[in-house]
């Protein structure tokens, strides 16, 4: 189970990542109802296409959407601000 605001918060398993961001890095957060939609390809053309955060989150959910979204989906879409400071 991988969840916020479980009951059970001894069993939720939360994923982190450790690194650093640089101008120009984006990250995507995502549920399995995208994921399970769109190949991993899919998902890096609609980062390609060079929207912004919000156009490229809405894209994403569009575009599962679309192949039948038989799942909830929940994105976002971050990129690093251009100045350094987070």
Known sequence: MRCLGAKDRERVVVDTVDGQLHT?????LCSDGLTGELTDD?????F???YNDQVTA????QSALD?????????VVVSAPANGEY
């Open 24 to 28: 120009g890095d984006r990250l995507l």
């Open 67 to 75: 192949l039948g979204g038989s799942d909830t989906i929940t994105v």
């Open 48 to 50: 390609d296409a060079g």
């Open 58 to 61: 809405d894209r994403l959910v």
């Open 42 to 46: 899919a998902i890096k053309a609609v």
